[in-house]
Nanobody, 126 residues
Framework: QVQLVESGGGVVHAGGSLRLSCAAS????????MTWFRQAPGKEREFVAT????????STANSVKGRFTISRDNVKNTIYLQMKNLKPEDTALYYC???????????????????WGQGTQVTVSS
């Protein structure tokens, strides 16, 4: 099994920045995609950004494009989400998810992922 642990959430004013981390451990062999999702109260879980373990290709949701950047550190088995110019609508519980395999296109559906972290809360005040 793969274990995922998110960290880095907090409370910031609009326009501020945060960097989220997701550390993976366990059976992390083979190609896999790692993805950030978020879920606000009363809303569905939505895709934020994804990165492939080997190819390094990334994809970012339109709602955060230009503000959020996903990256990885393969030595640490960790992915990051650099969040800049945060807005109140970014307030949500942010989850890290992993899916084994390789795809020519990003996988953005939450139900396609097998492994999830516990989430880290991001709150942006106006």
């Amino acid at each position: 099994q793969v274990q995922l642990v998110e960290s880095g959430g907090g409370v910031v004013h609009a326009g501020g920045s945060l960097r989220l981390s997701c550390a993976a451990s366990g059976r992390t062999f083979g190609p896999y995609g790692m993805t950030w999702f978020r879920q606000a109260p009363g809303k569905e879980r939505e895709f934020v950004a994804t990165i492939h373990s080997e190819a390094g290709r990334t994809s970012t949701a339109n709602s955060v494009k230009g503000r959020f950047t996903i990256s990885r550190d393969n030595v640490k088995n960790t992915i990051y989400l650099q969040m800049k110019n945060l807005k109140p609508e970014d307030t949500a519980l942010y989850y890290c998810a992993a899916k084994r395999g390789s795809s020519s296109i990003p996988v953005v559906k939450a139900n396609a992922y097998d492994y999830w972290g516990q989430g880290t809360q991001v709150t942006v005040s106006s």
